[in-house]
């Protein structure tokens, strides 16, 4: 299943908690992550159905149960198999890569500092997708691009449609959103003006 080709679809990611993630199974938005929960309740038929239905990926960092090493991920795959993983660590993002799940790098620009500290490793660990919190960095979205081909998600502090559109159209190719209000909105791009239009 490739990420980038649903996203391109539907740009929509759902930030959901296991309490909300029903929710998010029957909203329009093209993929979820799991932002928490224990690992047991992962292992659960209850899971297993909303696993089958939509793309997750675990936030591994919020995963309760959940070391950060690699036997971690080799159990993720074997018995829980998400269609990928969330983590700010490197080591996470690596052996996660090794088993064949799809990785999203979140990192977060407080400063410049940050900033480049962040592209340098995510350059170093080459995850599928990068996840850049504050959502409101969107104006720094091309500038970050050339410095990481891949593709970008802003997330964080997300609340309004106007949002979403201005996000989008900065050149980030995702949004992930934990406002459950905005799970349902629908997102159309408009390829001749390089513009995205939402729909109720």
């Known amino acids: 299943m490739n990420i980038a080709e649903i996203l391109t679809q539907n740009p929509l990611i759902a930030a959901a908690k296991h309490e909300t993630l029903q929710n998010a199974i029957d909203s329009k938005a093209s993929v979820i992550i799991l932002m928490n929960g224990k690992i047991n309740e992962l292992m659960k038929e209850e899971f297993q159905i909303c696993n089958k239905k939509k793309p997750i990926l675990l936030h591994t960092d919020l995963i309760k149960g959940l070391s950060n090493d690699k036997e971690s991920i080799n159990f993720i795959k074997e018995f829980i198999n998400p269609l990928g993983i969330v983590s700010t660590k490197?080591?996470?993002?690596?052996?996660?890569?090794?088993k064949g799940l799809v990785t999203i790098q979140r990192i977060f620009c407080i400063d410049s500092g940050s900033l480049r500290t962040s592209i340098e490793s995510v350059r170093e660990n080459n995850p599928d997708l990068v996840e850049i919190m504050p959502a409101f960095v969107y104006p720094m979205v091309k500038t970050i691009k050339n410095e990481i081909d891949k593709p970008i998600i802003l997330g964080g502090l997300i609340s309004t449609k106007e949002q979403v559109v201005d996000?989008?159209?900065s050149g980030s190719d995702a949004i992930s959103c934990g406002n459950s209000k905005l799970w349902n909105i629908e997102i159309k791009r408009d390829y001749k003006k390089k513009e995205n239009l939402i729909f109720k």
């Open 90 to 98: 490197s080591n996470m993002i690596r052996a996660a890569k090794k």
């Open 167 to 169: 996000m989008l159209n």
